[in-house]
């Protein structure tokens, strides 16, 4: 029987989609009664969490792009602080009923909670909302050649290959990184249980020798619309909404609206913030912002658009567009961008391709009639997409309750 949740996240505040499901799923987890406990690297200085009557458990530690180069190269790739409080508290508070779930790790807590959780594995189960458990660089992506990548992860040719986004250097990090994980954490033998957030992830963790059983698809929780569409048609703002990372291809956002001469609303914040100003001095950047007022600003949109620059694995911002009915335009790299397309709700394009981006804006700037039909179906593409909180709680605890079940035969 289930007894406690404890979720596992780099971060106590929602600033990216991983850690932004993981204070989701427990706070929902708490309001049914369940008791939760949320481990995190961060300070843990969460209200949300605590009002839900969640039990906090804080490492205390700085994202590794926040913490000094020495300790951060050292604790990144083992935080033994991670390991020791994450051991503590499995020694203190362990029984047959708690699940371990694991959201993030990479940016604090470290490969260090595999060791820590070795005598836990068949009740682990890790939510893939990238790649970091199969890639060392976390994207299936080469980011010096923007392209997609087909190595096997740690292979010769992986090794060899530059596609870290900031140098080679730091893909031997990586590598290492990725070295440890494995000692402590294989994949092959693992008895854990993991939960993607789109089928297209599928493919690549059968051909790291997940086995089939272990793997399940989640889809992500939005809230529902109403019903009451936004008439995009009549908008003129184009939004871009997430972190301004390189990855996430803002700054070929600012380029394209600038050439294109269309209003662009930048939601988030990120290492690009001052150099997107620079390039597109007449794009409005807010910031982060809460969720209500996320729906606020795309209620005065034309166009979504997500011009990743990885395999992004399924885009929680795009479900929040497409919920009230504004249209997208995401990158043909996106594996949610195939459903996008099909269900008539947006365009799928090579965002990279700026020329090509800036005129496909331009006649969508002037095109009411095509924003409208997207527009119309977006609501009911959503809704295909992602699924309610309440169902996503409910598919949450039956995997729990699926591995309490078979937990036990796993680890034998």
């Not at 596992?8 to 990216?16: H, N, T």
């Not at 527009?375 to 409910?394: F, G, K, N, V």
């Not at 039956?398 to 796993?410: D, E, K, N, W």
Request: proline content about 4%; overall charge neutral.
């Amino acid at each position: 029987m289930l007894s406690r949740v404890v979720v596992i996240s780099d971060q106590s505040v929602a600033r990216g989609g991983a850690e932004a499901m993981a204070v989701a799923s427990a706070i929902l987890l708490a309001n049914a009664g369940i008791s939760v406990t949320y481990f995190c690297g961060d300070a843990g200085d969460a209200p949300p969490l605590i009002a839900a009557g969640v039990d906090v458990v804080a490492v205390g530690g700085a994202h590794i792009l926040q913490a000094p180069k020495a300790s951060a190269f050292l604790s990144g790739l083992y935080s033994r602080r991670s390991r020791r409080a994450l051991a503590r508290w499995i020694a203190d508070h362990d029984d047959a009923g708690v699940i371990y779930h694991i959201h993030s790790w990479s940016k604090i807590l470290s490969p260090s909670i595999f060791d820590a959780l070795r005598g836990v594995q068949h009740r682990v189960v890790i939510h893939a909302h990238d790649f970091f458990i199969l890639c060392p660089n976390g994207g299936f992506t080469n980011y010096q050649t923007h392209t997609g990548c087909e190595l096997l992860p740690m292979s010769r040719a992986c090794l060899a290959s530059n596609c870290d986004k900031r140098s080679y250097p730091e893909k031997l990090w990586r590598v290492g990184r990725q070295r440890i994980r494995e000692h402590y954490f294989d994949l092959k033998t693992s008895p854990a249980t993991y939960l993607l957030v789109h089928r297209g992830m599928a493919p690549f963790f059968h051909r790291a020798g997940v086995p089939e059983a272990q793997i399940s698809v989640v889809r992500n929780p939005v809230e529902m619309p109403s019903g009451v569409r936004v008439k995009a048609e009549h908008n003129r703002i184009v939004c871009f909404v997430g972190r301004l990372d390189p990855e996430k291809g803002a700054l070929d956002a600012a380029q394209a609206a600038k050439l294109a001469g269309v209003p662009l609303r930048i939601i988030g914040d990120g290492v690009e913030r001052a150099h997107l100003a620079q390039v597109n001095p007449q794009a409005e950047i807010t910031g982060w912002c809460e969720p209500h007022e996320v729906a606020m600003h795309l209620a005065s949109a034309r166009l979504l658009v997500v011009p990743s620059r990885w395999r992004e694995t399924f885009g929680l911002a795009v479900v929040e567009a497409l919920r009230q009915g504004v249209p997208v335009v995401i990158s043909n790299t996106a594996l949610i961008s195939q459903d996008v397309v099909e269900s008539e709700a947006g365009l799928a394009i090579n965002t990279q391709d700026i020329a090509g981006f800036a005129a496909l804006l331009s006649h969508l700037a002037e095109a009411d009639d095509e924003i409208r039909s997207m527009s119309e179906r977006a609501i009911a593409a959503a809704a295909l997409l992602a699924q309610a909180a309440a169902d996503w709680r409910d598919a949450l605890l039956a995997h729990y309750q699926t591995v309490l079940a078979c937990g036990t035969r796993r680890a034998r």
